[in-house]
């Protein structure tokens, strides 16, 4: 049984650019979240999808990011215009479905975004 | 807002000796997680503490939960290198019922293990 998969793993874009960054959950999960991770600091949590639902986007930036878990294929979290402040690691983590805050999370290797 | 602290941020310690790293919390939550991390890599999940005295032991890590005190332990017994990494604690509100996986962190503990 595959993990939670992401990618890419590391993404270098000039101030400007977009963004866009995929997690695929594990099988059998359909609640994905989204972390940020700064340098030298604790994860940060964005928001909390299920199949074609925003549950809850209260970590989102108000501008410029947005996320959606579509009925198929990947979630993608979309950063449009970077900044040198959105280069963090983002982690996106999966859960089964059900009472989702009693169940482990279980994330991927995260993906590394670098703004020049 | 939910608040989670963990303390020490940095533990240097040598191997065969034992610590504790401290997770406090702010609001009411009977489920607390702890999680690994190695330098570059994702999170790996150590324990889930889902009830008022739980406690899990894997190896050389034990971890506790004292809902009342809002306070999680993980100890670490004889430590060895293998053990250097950053740790977190995680914790998810109750929410009238309604609460679900979001997850607040503590700024993680650096551990470093000394021959």
């Known amino acids: 049984n595959a993990g939670v998969m992401q990618n890419p793993r590391h993404l270098v874009r000039r101030r400007g650019q977009e963004a866009r960054l995929r997690c695929s959950p594990m099988k059998g999960h359909s609640h994905v979240y989204w972390y940020r991770q700064l340098p030298e600091e604790g994860l940060k949590f964005m928001v909390y999808?299920?199949?074609?639902?925003?549950?809850?986007e209260s970590g989102m930036p108000k501008e410029r990011f947005s996320a959606e878990f579509p009925k198929e294929g990947p979630s993608i979290l979309r950063i449009q215009q970077v900044v040198r402040g959105d280069s963090a690691a983002y982690f996106c983590?999966?859960?089964?479905?059900?009472?989702?805050?009693?169940?482990?999370?279980?994330f991927g290797p995260g993906t590394r975004l670098t703004v020049l | 807002e939910l608040k989670v602290e963990q303390n020490p941020l940095f533990l240097s310690m040598q191997e065969g000796k034992n610590y504790t790293i401290y997770c406090n919390y702010s609001?009411?939550?009977?489920?607390l997680y702890w999680y690994r991390q190695d330098p570059g890599k994702s999170l790996e999940s150590l324990f889930v503490l889902l009830s008022n005295g739980a406690v899990k032991q894997e190896g050389r890590l034990m971890a506790s939960l004292d809902t009342k005190a809002r306070l999680s332990t993980l100890h670490i017994t004889a430590a060895v290198h293998d053990l250097s990494a950053t740790y977190f604690c995680?914790?998810?509100?109750?929410?009238?019922?309604?609460?679900?996986?979001?997850?607040?962190f503590g700024q993680g503990t650096i551990l470093t293990v000394h021959p």
């Open positions: 999808l299920q199949k074609e639902n925003i549950i809850d």
């Open positions: 995680a914790v998810v509100p109750n929410a009238g019922g309604t609460s679900y996986g979001k997850l607040t």
């Open positions: 609001t009411t939550s009977d489920r």
């Open positions: 983590a999966s859960s089964p479905p059900g009472l989702a805050g009693g169940d482990t999370q279980y």
